[in-house]
């Protein structure tokens, strides 16, 4: 039997909600339709209703560490790859202070938005459980086109910066490759280059074909296990990042280019290492500061957090963040610190571009595409989900306002105003049946106020496909024209992340909570510093120059 809480004080009435949660379940259409895809648009995860073999609510089972593990795989990722070189652009002192910053406020960011899904939770009549979209239209339905679209944007940013990792990996390991056996076959360095295996673009059209087929899953269980692989790549990844930076390998073998032979003209001095510093530029550093915001973006799998963990109080909520932030924040201090002090001002916005071509780390590269094409499609469903939402919420308000020019007509004026309450729509609505069928004015009741199933099934997989293949044209396009991923990072910190990690979180809470308390003030600091942010940041990573 399912346990439905809010609060420890509601175990009393616990039997009468489980009776009424199981009634009412029968009623759900679990269809993809507008409602329930406002639901779960935001999150990017399946209606939070789940239920067992035998059609009831599951139970609440997740422990601390199954839930640590969920979240810290969600920060830790692409993100991570550009550390390094926002070190670079910001130097040893303030890339610290900056990191260590972006990890306290995602920290606090995470703590207000659950705060807000308890005091949401206990305002909705429906008695599911919460979401980034249920949640934040609670608290400011006024707003929620702007949420979907936010985390659109930042998801579709992710998924880019995946094409173009996957290109600077997989170039790099056939240069190695091919070096190897270009003694035997008497291959050039510039045949090399010539090479189709060697050509960047090749590998991103190669990326789109493999997450065509599983672009497509309507259900994405058959990807669970690229969680634990994801986790697995990335701590070896930043072993690796330790013993070069420790001098265990070489991190300028082959004078830490990427041409096999070197050219002529290459300077090994100046190609590999370059000078560290403490501070950099007060352009530099503002510039890469939207990849530290990025770098902890994982906001949008607290509601699943806070609906899966067994006794889901806000103490343990608290613990799973706090271990979470903290386990990415000494992974994100070795790595940045580390692939830093190894190349210095020479490091790229992807340090595996540093990296010289050997066995072991080309099976690393080769692994890091293969993770971040098989996540390729976690990024796509919550994006797809949102945009599908967006439409229906546009399609929806025409809708609306059809509904209320011809109801107003075969009714009369509501409230003697041009406007109505959303109740006043609903009792419109239900009088459908006393509505005279003649149609002065050419507009046809049925296609205002009835649905035809068959459309909306014909309209929601049209969206489904449609919404799918924009979304990976549009981010092939983008990874084709774009080479550095400090840029795409910086873009999407500056713009999706910011707003789901800072505005969101203090605006919902403000408004859920208007009574003044030290959190309250702390959430209205997170809000200015996300809206000053966004312009700021955006402003000097696009006019002012690549970040690192």
């Known amino acids: ?135 934040a239209v609670t608290a400011m339905p006024q707003f929620a086109i702007a949420i979907d679209a936010a985390v659109a944007l930042k998801c579709f940013g992710v998924a880019t910066g995946y094409f173009v990792t996957v290109g600077d990996c997989m170039v790099d390991s056939f240069h190695y490759v091919f070096r190897n056996f270009s003694d035997q076959t008497e291959t050039t360095a510039e045949e090399i280059e010539e090479m189709v295996f060697t050509n960047r673009q090749f590998w991103i059209i190669s990326a789109l074909l493999f997450v065509l087929p599983i672009s497509f899953f309507k259900t994405l269980s058959a990807l669970k296990f690229t969680s634990t692989l994801s986790l697995i790549l990335i701590y070896a990844l930043a072993v690796g990042i330790v013993l070069y930076a420790q001098g265990v390998f070489d991190a300028c073998e082959n004078n830490g280019t990427h041409y096999y032979p070197p050219r002529e003209d290459d300077q090994i001095d100046d190609t590999c290492r370059g000078e560290t510093d403490l501070f950099t530029d007060f352009d530099d550093t503002i510039k890469n500061l939207s990849i530290f915001v990025f770098s902890f973006t994982c906001h949008q799998n607290v509601f699943t957090i806070s609906n899966e963990l067994k006794r889901p109080t806000q103490q343990r909520i608290d613990k799973v963040i706090i271990l979470a932030i903290s386990s990415a924040l000494i992974l994100y201090m070795i790595v940045a610190i580390e692939g830093y002090r190894t190349y210095g001002s020479e490091v790229k916005g992807d340090i595996l571009l540093n990296y010289p071509q ?66 006043m729509f609903e009792r419109l609505a239900d009088t ?41 044209v549009l981010s092939f396009a983008v990874a084709m024209m774009v080479s550095d991923l400090g840029i795409i990072l910086g873009v999407v910190g500056a713009t999706g992340s910011t707003m789901v990690s800072y505005i969101l979180p203090g605006a919902i809470y403000i408004k859920l909570h208007p009574e003044p308390h030290p959190l309250r003030s702390l959430a209205c600091f997170q809000l200015t510093l996300g809206i000053i942010i966004v312009p700021t940041a955006l402003y000097f990573v696009l006019f002012k120059g690549g970040s690192g």
């Open 1 to 135: 039997m399912a346990v439905l809480r809010t609060d420890d004080a509601q175990d009393t009435s616990v039997s009468s909600l489980i009776e009424n949660f199981q009634d009412n379940v029968a009623d759900i259409d679990f269809s993809f339709n507008y409602d329930d895809q406002e639901e779960e648009s935001s999150s990017g995860r399946p209606l939070a209703l789940e239920l067992d073999d035998n059609g009831n609510p599951q139970q609440k089972k997740a422990s601390i560490i199954s839930c640590v593990i969920n979240l810290l795989n969600t920060v830790a990722g692409a993100g991570m790859l550009g550390l390094p070189g926002a070190y670079a652009g910001s130097g040893f002192f303030i890339g610290t202070i900056l990191l260590f910053t972006a990890a306290f406020f995602s920290a606090i960011g995470l703590h207000l938005l659950s705060v807000s899904a308890t005091t949401a939770q206990a305002r909705m009549r429906d008695g599911k459980p919460a979401s980034f979209y249920n949640v």
């Open 358 to 423: 050997t066995g072991l780390v080309t099976m690393m590269r080769i692994g890091i595409a293969i993770m971040v094409i098989l996540s390729y499609p976690l990024q796509l469903d919550p994006s797809r989900r949102c945009l599908t939402s967006l439409v229906y919420a546009l399609v929806g308000r025409r809708e609306k306002r059809r509904r209320e020019q011809y109801q107003s007509q075969q009714i009369g004026p509501v409230q003697n105003s041009t406007e109505a309450s959303p109740e």
């Open 432 to 472: 459908n049946d006393q509505v005279p069928n003649n149609n002065d004015d050419g507009i046809d009741p049925s296609s205002t106020i009835e649905v035809d199933e068959d459309m909306v099934e014909i309209l929601d997989s049209f969206l489904f496909y449609g919404i799918t293949c924009v979304f990976l």
